[in-house]
């Protein structure tokens, strides 16, 4: 895989061109998805990917609900994840929706990025023109990190160019923010179409390609991040250019987090284990890394009395 | 010519309302009274013993939320289904206890009967150990008892089955959950109970039992941050006893200390207060 589609010849070379990637064997990807999750990782590894997983948290409240307090207390716990020990390192970002992009900002300052989910998230179904707007008031307001989701609806009609090009419009006006694109695999339906979407993302011009919105059942699952990293790892071999890779949802506990690093490690390779190119979008697992820290601190297991409620 | 295979029971851990082996893989020999094997027991480690920690804990919310009198009934249901398995538990803690057949059956009423009496204190105990208190002002004031959350108990070494329940029972029937380290000895009875209990309407993780050695296991149960106190009746060995309690005093714990006495007497309300702590609420008097 050497060629790409350069964007002008055409719907049809693009189709062919993304129907030409090879296809995903589903049962070799679980195997080896668990055959990977069930490495033994001994006490001094799993303190240092404890805390490289924290490092990689988008720490994310995307509720009807969210206030502007709670946006607050979100983004002072990315700051200094454990009050009360400064050697916890902060996480990667807070990532909000776009409304909320400067209230995080004001609080974050330069310390931790501010990501917004955009482009009528998390369905996607609105004008391009609406999420363009959507785009540039989040950037507006502080938004170092765009997180938009792709027209589902488009890609699985076969209608790729028209996926590409909003990708394409919607990195124009993010004036120089990072882009993730957000396939959303569990409406993919296969995993031939995860792997034609993270080529088609990537082609189009996206910094990271992110599993899920955290709202559609299943999130990220490892077999699936397993695909989305080959791409990534492909894509490299082919351009040079390394793009960052996010699963989101449904990660829960320090034991899932560490299996991912494993996979990172073992597909992706070590250049990829730093918050540059990986991010876990989680809200509870990051609780669960600071009780797992704890527990190897001060040898007893902790609870969740003693974290942070966010 | 009787030539069948009998079907051996392979004896496990009981937390989340399953069965699952040890996460180690060990088993340990459980030895009748006259020293002959019995059968293999799970081996539970400290893993195993942080797995039940978190079932009792995601247990216990939905378990105290539910009316005393529906927690009562289920309490009752037990009671019901230890009735049908009477056989089963007389030839265990015979074989176990090395009691003979008269006395395993005294021993296997007073359990049931045990059973019963702590079920009908669901909906009473709120009275009796709630209060109406006087205040200088135009204010109702009231004491209540709430549940302290995940208890983790030692049940008594020498009482198999009788002492297993007078422990078990007073924890969760006022809406705690509880991880139990069954007699490391005599581990039998308190898996056939766990059966009883995955049979009768019990939520998950309510009742979480682990065999194996309370030396290995009980320090990390005594340590663990989300355990909010320590039933340490049946710890037999005194400086088990005192490196649990210390363990327990880096944490907000209440310990009850060790009394492994004869648990054929009046158990009293002693254990059903052990387990609760009072909540005093102030509301102003209406007109």
């Known amino acids: 895989m050497t060629t790409t589609w350069d964007g002008r010849t055409g719907a049809t070379a693009l189709r062919q061109f993304l129907h030409a990637l090879p296809g995903v064997d589903e049962v070799g990807a679980h195997g080896r998805a668990a055959m990977l999750s069930s490495r033994s990782i001994k006490a001094d590894a799993k303190r240092r990917a404890i805390d490289l997983a924290i490092s990689m948290v988008d720490l994310t409240t995307l509720e009807g609900a969210d206030t502007p307090g709670k946006v607050r207390a979100l983004s002072n716990k990315a700051l200094r994840p454990d009050p009360l020990d400064i050697s916890v390192p902060s996480a990667a970002c807070v990532c909000v929706y776009s409304d909320m992009a400067g209230i995080a900002r004001e609080v974050v300052g330069d310390a931790v990025h501010v990501a917004a989910v ?72 296969t995993y031939d179409n995860v792997r034609r979407a993270s080529w088609l993302a990537m082609m189009a011009g996206a910094d990271f390609i992110k599993t899920s919105t955290g709202k559609i059942a299943p999130a990220a699952t490892l077999p699936v991040t397993l695909v989305m990293l080959e791409a990534v790892r492909d894509w490299y071999l082919a351009t040079g250019v390394r793009i960052g890779v996010k699963p989101a949802g449904g990660i829960r506990t320090a034991k899932d987090a560490i299996r991912y690093l494993v996979m990172v490690n073992e597909t992706a390779g070590p250049e990829w284990l730093t918050p540059d190119l990986f991010r876990f979008g989680a809200s509870g697992l990051l609780n669960d890394l600071l009780m797992q820290r704890q527990r190897m601190s001060t040898g007893h297991y902790s609870g969740p009395d003693y974290v942070t409620i966010d | 010519m009787d030539d069948r295979v009998e079907v051996r029971k392979t004896y496990k851990l009981f937390i989340n309302g399953v069965f699952p082996r040890s996460e180690s893989g060990r088993t340990y020999p459980a030895l009748d009274s006259k020293g002959k094997l019995l059968a293999h027991a799970a081996l539970a480690s400290r893993k195993d013993a942080r797995d039940a920690v978190l079932a009792a804990r995601a247990a216990q919310p939905g378990w105290a939320a539910r009316d005393a009198y529906s927690r009562g009934q289920i309490l009752y249901r037990i009671a019901e289904m230890l009735e049908g398995r009477r056989d089963q538990f007389e030839t265990e803690i015979t074989r176990c206890e ?67 329940v007078s422990v078990i029972a007073p924890i969760i029937v006022t809406g705690n959950t509880v991880v139990c380290l069954a007699a490391p000895e005599k581990p039998l009875p308190a898996i056939s109970l766990a059966e009883v209990l995955a049979t009768s309407d019990l939520p998950a993780g309510v009742v979480n039992i682990l065999t194996g050695q309370p030396h290995t296991v009980g320090p990390w149960l005594a340590e663990h941050a989300d355990v909010n106190a320590l039933d340490l009746s049946g710890v037999d060995d005194d400086s088990l006893a005192t490196e649990m309690a210390v363990g327990a005093a880096g944490t907000i714990k209440y310990a009850l200390p060790p009394c492994d006495s004869d648990w054929t007497l009046d158990p009293g309300l002693g254990r059903l207060s052990a387990f609760m702590n009072t909540t005093t609420v102030w509301h102003p008097q209406g007109r």
């Open chain 1, 118 to 189: 955009a482009t009528a998230f998390p369905s996607g179904r609105a004008a391009l023109a609406v999420k363009q707007a959507d785009t540039q008031d989040a950037v507006q307001r502080g938004a170092d990190e765009i997180d938009m989701v792709i027209d589902r609806g488009a890609f699985l009609a076969g209608d790729y160019a028209k996926v590409f090009n909003e990708i394409v419009d919607i990195k124009q006006v993010c004036a120089g923010a990072h882009l993730k694109v957000i396939l959303e695999t569990g409406e993919l339906a």
């Open chain 2, 98 to 164: 090395g009691l003979s057949a008269r006395r395993a059956t005294g021993v296997v009423n007073a359990t049931i009967d045990r059973w019963v009496w702590y079920a009908g204190w669901a909906d009473k105990i709120t009275q009796v150990l709630g209060s109406s208190n006087q205040v200088s002002g135009p204010y109702f004031n009231f004491s209540v008892p709430t549940p302290t959350g995940v208890v983790a108990a030692v049940a008594p070494a020498r009482s198999s089955l009788l002492g297993l």
